[in-house]
């Protein structure tokens, strides 16, 4: 079965500390694979993906995330933590049909908690 | 902001009852998805619309039934609502089918049912 998983509901990371928040998946065939971002009472926002390509993909707000195939992981990691980033993210990951309709997964959710 | 209406914002009902929930996509956008989350549920893709016709069915249920217009706005109709179907639903819109572009989030409708 197509799935996504984000082991950890919670991270805590000190201010000015990398972060990385973890995603794993399991789809038949190639994954697309997306992070996005929900601020508290606002809906997701996008903040990168992968589709093909360079393993490191570079995104919104100083966000990053590495593709590896091997592991199938998609981790999502910043250099140095802002207090401001401290939000629910969500990896997700696209099933079946580069050019037809495909259904989207998302994973559980991790609560990014920076501490100033 | 995302360009992505929802209305209304809040909707209170009752077991039983019907509710129509309402988005407008980004200017340029063909398609339409509709997400529910909830606390056990987690965020769940219901179903996408592209251009006016269904192209990708989650998990939603019979009671459940949606439908883009040419205007290319779309309607969630819930019936026979339940407590567990309170949560909070968003629509989001993206420009092509495959759903590989972004896609950009309405602010949410929440739903509670009494």
């Known amino acids: 079965a197509q799935s996504v998983a984000q082991p950890e509901d919670q991270v805590n990371v000190a201010e000015g500390n990398p972060l990385t928040v973890k995603c794993t998946y399991s789809v038949s065939g190639n994954p697309y694979l997306f992070w996005y971002v929900q601020y508290p009472n606002r809906g997701l926002q996008f903040l990168l993906k992968?589709?093909?390509?360079?393993?490191l993909v570079k995104g919104s707000y100083g966000f990053e995330a590495e593709f590896n195939k091997s592991q199938t992981s998609f981790h999502l990691k910043k250099p140095s933590a802002l207090v401001s980033d401290s939000a629910l993210y969500f990896c997700?990951?696209?099933?079946?049909?580069?050019?037809?309709?495909?259904?989207?997964?998302f994973g559980s959710g991790t609560r990014l908690s920076i501490r100033p | 902001d995302s360009g992505v209406t929802q209305t209304p914002k809040h909707l209170i009902t009752a077991t039983g009852q019907r509710v129509t929930l309402r988005c407008s996509p980004r200017s340029g956008d063909l398609s339409v998805y509709w997400y529910q989350q909830s606390l056990d549920q987690g965020l769940q893709f219901l179903i996408q619309y592209y251009n006016g016709e269904e192209r990708a069915k989650g998990n939603i249920l019979e009671r459940f039934s949606a439908q883009q217009f040419p205007d290319l706005h779309s309607e969630l109709n819930l019936s026979s609502l339940e407590l567990g179907d309170s949560a909070l639903y968003f629509c989001?819109?993206?420009?092509?089918?495959?759903?590989?572009?972004?896609?950009?989030f309405g602010p949410g409708t929440r739903l509670t049912v009494l």
């Open positions: 997700a990951v696209i099933v079946a049909g580069y050019s037809s309709a495909s259904k989207i997964i």
């Open positions: 989001a819109s993206s420009e092509g089918l495959a759903g590989l572009s972004e896609q950009f």
């Open positions: 992968y589709i093909t390509g360079d393993n």
